[in-house]
């Protein structure tokens, strides 16, 4: 169903950017009235906001959207952040992996996820919901699930008839993960982590933020992870450390008293996770990377 539009005439200086800032054409431009809706692709409107976020005037309302609520005014657009502030964030932030024994503010944790919501989705509104464990507590008590889960997948790995079953159900990239990245280090580690040993996967952090979302969704994958790599960069922002968690989530979607314990619900999977608190170390310099490679066309 085509979203509603309505233009204030009163106000509207019929400069049209709002027709020409649409993604998907739903606004029609035509010299000397006011912006319409273009009634051949009305109903293409995803309620994006940006020719409410364009106009100058705030005189096109769209579906639900309103200017007081749902927009938030910043002060120099075009140069809200330059590169060299974005490079020196970008090149001090690492994983974070030793933290201080003290929790993170919810305060913090609050605007991590605030940044976290101004990450790009497919299209809105977003499917990414988050589960915030604010507490060591409650991580700890999930990872004697999460060693289970790995031995049970390091015994299947090694059993020739259950293999070829998880490479099946794995794909060949998480086989590739599997194989190459968790196996060599699950077998050398899991005799420890069963003891109780060394918490080599939720790194003894005060807090963790899970990204779930409805399994059928659509683009959930990528929002999930588009939304981890906001709350690294935001984390870092706030002067806490942060680690993307690679080995929670498919912990969480297959043990079903860790999906009652974190209130997951039935039909959604965890994507992306992070292990987040305050760094015990400081990191004095960053680290020069290269893409695997870079072609210019
Ligand atoms: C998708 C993803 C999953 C990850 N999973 C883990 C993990 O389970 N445990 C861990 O210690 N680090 C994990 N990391 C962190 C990476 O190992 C780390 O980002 C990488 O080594 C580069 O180091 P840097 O972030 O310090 O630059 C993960 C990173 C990503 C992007």
């Known amino acids: ?142 990872l004697p699930h999460i060693v289970k889960f790995y031995a049970n997948m390091v015994a299947g790995m090694k059993n020739p008839l259950i293999r070829p079953i998880i490479r099946r159900s794995a794909g060949p990239e998480n086989m590739d993960t599997l194989e190459n990245h968790l196996m060599p280090k699950l077998t050398q580690l899991l005799p420890a982590m069963k003891a109780s040993g060394p918490d080599e996967i939720t790194r003894g952090a005060p807090a963790m933020l899970l990204f779930h979302a409805q399994r059928a969704s659509a683009n959930h994958t990528q929002d999930g992870i588009i939304a981890l790599a906001y709350g690294l960069l935001a984390a870092h922002s706030l002067g806490l450390g942060a680690t993307a968690s690679g080995m929670v989530p498919p912990a969480v979607n297959a043990t079903p008293a860790l999906r009652t314990m974190l209130h997951v619900p039935a039909d959604h999977e965890v994507v992306s996770g992070m292990i987040l608190g305050y760094p015990r170390y400081r990191y004095q310099r960053g680290i020069r990377r290269e893409l695997a490679g870079v072609t210019w066309v």
Do not use: W
Not at 41 to 61: D, H, K, N, T, Y
């Open 1 to 142: 169903m085509a979203v509603a539009m309505r233009i204030d005439t009163d106000t509207c200086s019929r400069c049209d950017l709002c027709a020409a800032i649409c993604p998907n054409g739903a606004i029609d431009q035509v010299e000397g009235q006011f912006p319409g809706r273009n009634p051949a692709r009305a109903s293409l409107c995803e309620q994006c906001g940006q020719c409410m976020a364009v106009c100058p005037s705030e005189s096109i309302f769209v579906g639900d959207l309103t200017y007081q609520r749902d927009f938030i005014p910043f002060d120099r657009p075009r140069d809200a952040v330059d590169y060299s502030a974005f490079y020196r964030l970008a090149v001090s932030r690492r994983a974070v992996r030793r933290f201080e024994d003290r929790p993170v503010p919810q305060e913090l944790l609050e605007k991590v996820i605030a940044a976290v919501a101004l990450a790009p989705m497919g299209f809105p509104p977003h499917k990414t919901a988050v589960i915030a464990l604010t507490n060591r507590t409650a991580i700890a008590e999930m």
